[in-house]
């Protein structure tokens, strides 16, 4: 039944604000299985997307699918199927973290036998076990983010929704939740990400959007979109001398001339890396991989958002 | 008009407040039994000296008696307006719970509605406990009385969707000052709680009757001491036709509110 379908598909969907256009007129698939990212710099319109995809934001125009159901008539039942991981802390401060489970399977009409179950099985995935009968507010950061996707989860759904679940972790938090993650979709679990962290979105996604000014500029798996708009290999000076500079304009080598730093791409078979190395690199050189990064910040650019 | 997206799945909403007013039950029933006893002391025993009878309907009645069956329906709009105002908005502004429950199969009226539904429910576990007190202080003298319980809810629904309206178009916790000011507090001191409206010029009195707290006091006294100066019916019509305009108010102001 499922594979009839995409999970999600949206078409030409637009949101606007007044006069403003937060995202316009995006179109995407999400197929069974899949990590789908959704990147792109702050106002880009990811989450104005996303919420868009559970139905809490109604179209402005285009239509918006899940499980083949149009949102704006079918959102019940598309989010009894769906698990949403919003942005902000939105755990019952009022309730235990055994309680937050319960109460919210309770949202979903489950069974009090299976939401228990649920919960006990949730839990314990999530290492929270021990916590059971703790308040949320005496939770840490990465906790309280656990117990988020944990209830995300309760309802058994065959799409989770993550919205930045791992800004503002500590790195080992952060690691724990990847984990949990990438054992969710090894189980076939399909899920869509929002982040702002590229190496997040290399290591979880299948394949991504990049967003800006609510349109989307390119999409493709991470190593894809790396190898066209990136290069393999990356070279990064600091305080370039006027020949290096001269050197890589006349030779017509892909690069950016940043204030203190040049960033020339190029590629591991290519013979300038050797050469640049060669003649320029006495110090101060960096030779690296290209990254999502690279990616990010070469479509969107660099300047502030915000 | 839209369907209005009502299901039975609301109550998963209300369960929730019960469960979190039932983790601290113990203090949630003090307020409703000590608050009616402070009242009659300093009123009907501190001030009754002054006063002596009201003259109430008709009747001549000791003033204790007079404001009694009026603390029941004060309880009644403070335990729903308060809780539709400062409890509603923490939740859906500082704890975000709303927008938790909008990712689940829950729609916005179904949260909305509950919530005004709790507020009444508060307004109706206040008004169990007064009548329990002042019945026992003998201030009770009609089996109507019990009917309380049922209007209580009503007075609830209807003060606690006046309040998700103002839930739903005060831009921050510390503005609900203004509504208390202009719409509670007047309504506590001039509906015939604290002395009869017959007492006031005709104009004063013709305003009283705009109060949908003057309509509660009316039918407590009526439920439990079995006179009035209105009607039933039109006190019982009025407080429902004021809850449902209210209602489809907090609905239409909340929506503009949250849905973006």
Redesign the interface.
Known sequence: MSGEYPIVEAEEVTKKFGLFTAVDRVSLTVRKGEFFGLLGPNGAGKTSVIRMMYGFSPLSAGVMKVFGLDIATGWREIRQQIGVCQQDNTLDPDLSVEKNLLVFAGYYRLAKSLAVERTAELLNFFALSHKRQAQVYHLSGGMARRLMLARALINDPRLVILDEPTTGLDPQSRHQVWDKLRELRARGLTMVLTTHYMEEAAILCDRLIIMDRGMILVEGSPEELIGIYAGKSIIEVETPGPELVAFVKQQQVRHEELPTRLIIYTDEEDQLGRVIRERFCFEKCIFRHGTLEDVFLRLTGRELRE | MKSLDLSW?LF??W??NL??YR?IWKVNFLVPLFEPLFYLAAFGVGLSGLVGEVLYAGEEISYIRFIAPALLATAIMFNAFFETTYASFVRMYY???F?????????LNEVITAEIVWGATKSLLAAAIILLVITSLGFVNSPLALLVLPLAFLGGLAFGAAGMFFTGITPSIDMFNLPIFLFVTPLFLFSGTFFPVAGLPPWAQNLALLSPLYHLVELTRYLTMGSMEAGALTSIGYLAVFALVFYFLSLKTMRRRL??
């Open positions: 799945r998963g909403v369960r929730r469960i979190v983790r704890q975000k719970t927008d938790a429950m909008l990712a689940t199969p829950l729609s849905i973006k």
